[in-house]
């Protein structure tokens, strides 16, 4: 390798990629060579940084400058002013990060303070294609410490006592499923991770991928080793095309360097990785499910016991763990259980990742000790709601989890403090929900993903959530009446005792919490139909206060269904019966003197 | 197929290139690139403090560039900074200068008195 003064870090995570982050790497890389800085400067296309709302982020070492929303058409005055002649350019840093006479250091901005990157350690640190680079960040060292100094149990021992629970959704402590895997008795055992990453909103896995696959190839095999396991699969999602890529580009590349494959190290054990792909169907992330279309069937859970740990891929003991969780593995074999454990609550150590979407100032992917609370996350972090409005509840868990509304923004969050509030981790989805939000339509946009999603092989969820849908519907349309709350209730409880999978299990979870927390908004709708969040079309009415009105007849000129009338000069009224309520009146009156309630 | 040497010295080699995206706590060269060092020379001057640097396999060192430092005559000027201690000045430096200063400055902690800016303006 030489030696280069400076390294320019572009982020081609999949936010920064769709918003042109190549071009940017090429235009550098085009203006480096025009200015002869080629022998000096290095580009290095990295993973997520996280704060995707800010993209496409282009770091330049050793100074650390953090270029935010850059243009491909920036690239020549950054190489111009930058690079040659050492000149930051102010104008195009995120604007945090400068103080009147210095820049901040990207760790002493909110948005990065307050986390702790662990699982996210190397994203956007270094480069993903590059298993050199991952080797100099202690890549690798985990391993070689297994399979020379530890015994199988002794791995298994040092993830129980780290207390990392699953960071799938289920929170079901790591160490002991490892120890049932290896309980397991088989000829072949089967190591898999499940990067079926399918809640709305949640893309940590994906980041994960991209930004460090060895992280997660590394902890397979350790797995291996602990377990007893010779071949490992990585189910990832075809919608992750750069997940994909960078995963094989780093299978090919561990299994060159002999850290996969037979004989691993010259130490004698052999593993071995490939990827499957699956074709993005929510319920493929429940691990029977997810097993199930590995093996070339229809993608469809089955009744557990017997658990994938003893009859599982192929009826083979399989181990089975999301790429949170593996992402963890390394550090807490390199650092100890104790360092992972001194981290978090009593009961939820380590740290987690949160996917931040919603109303929400910094869209992105932030990683924090557990036990922060969400008004550190949704406020400090986050930068809090757009535009100066105010926090109503933010969703946590995706489809099965709930929401926790602002009255609880100050629990810390664990495992146990969400579950009690009526919400979950889950995969660490967090949907940011201001006041213009209606939470009934909350509560139908994730009922309606769970009935899309729902396999439809047991009846309470394919059928169950159906109605529930239905309801829901009906009491948007304003058409809701007395004692559909109640059948909501007793359906609800129903689909949780009778599902087959989790996805049924808690498919009723958002229904429940928004109306443990926001009843009266579901009882405005039906008792008054009315929609206080002014979301809900059906329910709503535009009107002309007559007393403002001054008959400028520009909202009537702009109507596209012609339902306003009135002369010149002369308060205008709407014909209720043929507005369609699409608010461009509204919008255009330059006297707002239309409402809607 | 590595063996765990092997992978102990890529990691060493590697992290020497790329240790300069974590904190740092070493020596700092820092050239005045606004246009009047460019014009009398601070690229070879900078290509030759790189060289020399790689050529040591030096590590806890970084090449920065800064802008104009206002004393345009002395160009080029290159500053270093050493954990703890006093900020020292280079100024008229060439290539060749360059590389005795990496050498017993950077390396040695010795000041190459003779090139600093309180001896070239007396």
Redo the contacts between chains.
Sequence with gaps: MEMYRSHIMICRGTGCSSSNSEQIAKNFEEQIKIHGLDKEIIVERTGCFGLCALGPIVIIYPEAAFYSQVKPEDVEEIVKEHLVKGRVVKRLLYAETVVEDRIKSINEVNFYKKQKRIALRNCGVINPEDIDEYIAFDGYKALTKCLTELKPEEVIDIIKKSGLQGRGGAGFPTGVKWGFAAAAKGDVKYVLCNADEGDPGAFMDRSVLEGDPHAVLEAMTIAGYAVGGTQGYVYVRAEYPIAVKRLGIAINQAKEYGLLGKNILGTGFDFDIEIRLGAGAFVCGEETALIASMEGERGMPRPRPPFPANKGLFGKPTLLNNVETYANICNIINKGPEWFSSMGTEKSKGTKIFALGGKINNTGLVEIEMGTTMREIVEEIGGGCPNGKKFKAAQTGGPSGGCVPAEHFDVPIDYENLKAIGSMMGSGGLIVIDEDNCMVDIARFFLDFTVDESCGKCTPCREGTKRMYEILEKIIDGKGEEGDIERLESLAKNIQASSLCALGQTAPNPVLSTLRYFRDEYEAHIKEKRCPAGVCQALLQYKINPDICTGCTICARNCPVDAISGKRKEPHVIDQSKCTKCGICMEKCPFKAIARG | ????QE?EE??K?????????KD?TGT?V??????CG?AAGARPV??AI?DE??KHNLSDV??????CIGLCVYEPIVEVYKPGQEKVTYVKVNPSKAIRIVNEHIMKDKVVQEYTIGTETK
């Excluded at chain 2, 197929?1 to 765990?4: E, F, G, L, Q």
């Excluded at chain 2, 080699?13 to 995206?21: A, F, G, H, V």
Aim: proline content about 0%.
């Design positions: 197929m590595k063996t765990i992978l890529i990691r080699r590697t992290l020497e290139t790329i240790n300069l995206r740092q700092r820092v050239i005045g690139m606004a246009t460019i900078l290509l790189m640097i790689k970084i090449v920065a560039q800064t802008g």
